[in-house]
């Protein structure tokens, strides 16, 4: 046996290791799951309560023990005392409580990821594993210790090597799906997925730098290190489109974490889906701070005066309405300083009791309490007066309010003066039209001014009886067994009753607008209006975000140019910070010096200054005479691009990037391609689209058809600069541009 099969036999004793004490451990939890469920519904609610909270935890423990199974074990480290570290998902002790696996986000496993040559403590050598479903295939040493006897014996050994493990999994195929990099974060990573959880850190990074993965193993890494925080009150992950969130759903559970909502702009409010974009220019005019002020006025607007005033009719005797008592009314509402809604309850009674004074006073005597109540319900069931308390305090809902204003030019021009003639023109819209992507800020921004409606408020008082009575038989719970004080608190143990754990949280929370979150991660953060931040700042008043985009690819028009001028007026100019990611680690060099060079040429912002690896013949440019030659190279060298990367195992992208002015006819022209056994892939494998579609994306090989067109149909230069940039930094592997002659003179490529 040659010495790197033994090494690879050793290895493999330490992996077989691990994940026998893996499947012992589920299979503990599964017995207990089972017992529990074998105890079916009888007993107390209490007892009921309780087996269900038990249920849920080992269900959820059950789920995480399973999520980790693809690569358990990726790493070692041995240090100068000869103690080996195995690093990997999730951490594991044997039945004595001695270490068999480290998590990766311990403090133990940073060498893993920091140490170097010049700042290597006291670990000598570190080992990356690779895993072919539970067998060990292949190793690689990096000796940190020139001076350490590991340098010989590796090299003998035929493990010596570096960055091996990183240039294999950027050289494999796509699946359509993130995988994690949790066995090759470098050292720049790391340090930004261990930041601090305080304030808001910013991450600029160009394509394929890893910084969507570096936001998703942050997001892991501070629910280990931050658990008891952030179990209570949950993690967001915001990102650009449902494709994108479908791409990235496997990482965090592969990571051990399934206790996490994510969401779209267009999703946050429970219940309300928008999916429907506006025209660009339109949605930078919703997307300005300042359409705050237009929510806030057409809510002020139906606090007010009516112009005409009845007179009331009770018992024969009448009272006219006068405006004083109204405005004495509105302004005891106001001061409560509660939402318009829940504030109308204190204008309605100051009114009543007002107008309940002026009929009394017409009595020549003093009622008695059953009097004073029958005067006080007419008053309530008085068509007149309560169609005049409406007309002065109207009670809203924000979907409403949101049509009302942009059905009805006259309104908004009066909510938001500031706008010209055009613009009102540009915003109005149809009765009832649906709501789009851009009105969502909007609307979250009059749910949080109205407040909730009546129905939702009545099952959250219901929720919160509920709550209360929990803690009170958590407290009689306690004291009877002689504990009220110490560790163990009535709330904490009515959270265990309740099932009260992370997924748990992440269920409550996505059903709650009002829910605010311990941490928000934000992918393509450079898309968000002030709007749109707005409304994630108010779901996190502490402000403890994880900020991911690239200036270089904005293409919203009321999106970030510079995370300066954004930053410090949502933050403070003290209280985020900015880490850049340098280096390219998804396209061939050949692609990464072609896109930058373009972006440069345009104007925008360029972080990235190095790709790490180069493909020969990785880019390639094809020009033809017309639009039907154009068709025909599209479908011919699509399906000659799929014959080389895709395959009947599931795995290979190929992405057709293309003006929405000619989809149609390439989705025919590629149809027609992959006729008989291959049409299964189109639409899976094979995909169409525009750049929108393919942000935060990447694929084993991208064409990009007519990028003149492209950039002719974008809303601004800017705008078209950046879409180019991202079409042309998808691919991992082959960068094709197809155009015909004419598309050669719109821009220069």
């Given amino acids: 046996m040659s010495q790197y099969s033994s090494q690879l036999d050793e290895e493999q004793h330490a992996v077989d290791r691990a994940y026998g004490r893996l499947d012992d451990l589920r299979a503990q939890v599964r017995k207990r799951l089972d017992d529990v469920r074998a105890a079916g519904s009888h007993g107390s609610p209490t007892q009921r309560t309780e087996r269900d909270s038990f249920a849920t935890m080992y269900e959820d423990r059950l789920a995480q023990l399973r999520a980790v199974e693809d690569r358990l074990v990726f790493g070692r480290l041995d240090d100068t005392a ?12 044997d039945a004595d409580h001695e270490p068999i696996l480290t998590d990766w986000r311990a403090e133990a496993a940073r060498p893993f990821y920091e140490a170097t040559p010049s700042h290597h403590g006291d670990i000598v050598m570190r080992r990356h594993i690779t895993l072919h479903f539970r067998d060990v295939v292949g190793i690689e040493d990096e000796v940190l ?8 014996a590796a090299s003998e050994r035929g493990t010596l090597t570096g960055e091996g493990a990183l240039l294999a999994s950027l050289g494999s195929r796509r699946t359509g799906k993130m995988t994690d990099i949790v066995a090759t974060i470098q050292a720049e990573q790391d340090r930004i997925i261990r930041a601090d959880l305080r304030g808001a850190l910013v991450v600029q990074g160009g394509p394929g730098t890893g910084k969507t993965a570096v936001a998703l193993h942050r997001a892991a890494y501070l629910l280990y290190t931050h658990r008891r925080r952030l179990e209570r009150s949950g993690v967001l992950i915001v990102g650009p489109s449902e494709d994108f969130l479908h791409y990235i759903d496997q990482v965090l559970p592969s990571l051990g974490e399934t206790g996490v909502v994510s969401r779209t702009i267009g999703e946050l409010i429970p219940g309300v889906i928008a999916d429907r974009e506006d025209d660009p220019h339109v949605a930078r005019l919703k997307g300005q701070r300042r359409m705050a002020h237009a929510i806030a006025n057409a809510v002020a607007a139906r606090e007010r005066v009516p112009s005409k005033l009845p007179v009331i009719t009770v018992n024969g005797m009448s009272a006219p309405m006068r405006a004083a008592d109204i405005e004495q009314a509105i302004a005891d509402a106001h001061r ?20 309940r004074t002026r009929i009394v006073e017409q009595l020549d005597y003093t009622p008695d309490a059953a009097e004073m109540s029958d005067i006080l319900a007419q008053l309530r069931m008085n068509d007149r007066l309560r169609v005049t308390l409406n007309l002065a305090w109207l009670p809203m809902n924000g979907a409403w309010l949101i049509d009302q204003m942009f059905s009805k030019p006259a309104q908004l021009k009066r909510f938001a003066p500031w706008l010209t003639d055009e613009q009102v023109r540009m915003l109005t819209r149809e009765p009832g039209a649906p709501l789009t992507r851009s009105d969502i800020p909007l609307l979250d921004e009059a749910l949080e001014l109205l407040g909730p409606d009546p129905h939702e408020q009545a099952k959250r008082a219901a929720r919160d009886a509920r709550r209360a009575e929990e803690e009170q038989y958590a407290r009689d719970t306690l004291a009877q067994a002689g504990i009220g004080s110490g560790i163990v608190s009535s709330a904490r143990l009515a959270e265990e009753m309740s099932g009260d754990d992370v997924e748990l949280v992440a269920t409550r929370a996505a059903a709650d607008r009002e829910w605010t979150y311990g941490h928000i991660v934000v992918d393509e953060a450079q898309e968000l209006t002030p709007m749109d931040w707005r409304m994630l700042i108010r779901r996190c008043p502490s402000r403890s975000f994880t900020i991911v985009g690239d200036v270089a690819q904005t293409s919203a028009l009321g999106g970030t140019h510079d995370w300066a001028t954004s930053m410090n007026a949502l933050f403070g100019a003290h209280n985020w910070d900015l880490n850049e990611l340098t280096i390219n680690y998804r396209n061939p060099r050949e692609v990464s010096d072609l896109a930058a060079d373009f972006a440069q040429g345009e104007g925008l912002y360029i972080s990235t200054v190095k790709a790490i690896r180069s493909v020969p013949e990785s880019v390639e440019r094809v020009s033809v005479g017309d639009r ?28 057709v990037i293309v003006p929405d002015a000619i989809a149609d006819a390439v989705r025919d022209a590629l149809a027609d391609a992959f006729g008989g056994t291959r049409r299964g892939v189109l639409g899976d494998q094979v995909v169409i689209c525009g750049t929108r579609a393919v942000k935060g994306l990447e694929y084993d090989a991208v064409v990009v058809v007519e990028p003149g067109l492209i950039a002719e149909e974008a809303p601004s230069r800017v705008s078209a600069a950046a879409d180019l940039y991202v079409a042309l930094t998808r691919p991992t592997q082959r960068l094709l541009i197809l155009r015909t002659n004419e598309d050669e003179t719109l821009l220069n490529l």
């Fill in 82 to 93: 000869g103690t080996r570290r195995y690093i990997g998902r999730i951490g594991l002790s």
């Fill in 145 to 152: 210790d020139v001076h350490s006897e590991h340098v010989n």
């Fill in 336 to 355: 409560t300083r509660q939402p318009h809604n829940k504030a109308r309850e204190t204008f309605v009674t100051t009114m009543l009791d007002a107008m």
């Fill in 628 to 655: 039907a030659a154009l068709y025909r190279a599209v479908a011919d060298r699509t399906l000659a691009l799929a014959d080389e990367f895709v395959v009947d195992d599931g795995t290979g992208r190929v992405a």
